[in-house]
């Protein structure tokens, strides 16, 4: 098993920058693809970015490509998700995701574990 658990969420003026945490445990996820996802109030879970197990590839929702930025450490066990030039639309609860595989996908259901998630809040 694996638990996931997210840091690093607040609140934050549009434009500022957030950087998010995402813990690993219970087994090592080097060998994992991970996603974060988020999720606004009244809106479906959604895809945000997905890094594969190595770290060299990377992919984007187009809603945040340019301004976020994916990324791990694997003698750390950890994921990160950069988050500049923030916009009162990215308000959500930001979730870490891992996937046992090497390959990365997008959609929240080829992701088997969760963290608990984090709150976002861009004020305008």
């Known amino acids: 098993q694996v638990q996931l658990v997210e840091s690093g969420g607040g609140l934050v003026q549009a434009g500022g920058s957030l950087r998010l945490s995402c813990a690993a445990s219970?087994?090592?996820?080097?060998?994992?693809?991970m996603g974060w996802f988020r999720q606004a109030p009244g809106k479906e879970r959604e895809f945000v970015a997905a890094?594969?197990?190595?770290?060299?590839?990377?992919y984007y929702a187009d809603s945040v490509k340019g301004r976020f930025t994916i990324s791990r450490d694997t003698a750390k066990n950890t994921v990160y998700l950069q988050m500049n030039s923030l916009k009162p639309e990215d308000t959500a609860v930001y979730y870490c995701?891992?996937?046992?595989?090497?390959?990365?996908?997008?959609?929240?259901?080829?992701?088997?574990?969760w963290g608990q998630g984090t709150q976002v809040t861009v004020s305008s």
């Open positions: 890094i594969n197990w190595s770290g060299d590839t990377t």
């Open positions: 995701a891992a996937r046992p595989s090497i390959t990365v996908r997008t959609a929240p259901k080829d992701y088997a574990y």
């Open positions: 219970g087994r090592t996820v080097s060998s994992y693809a």
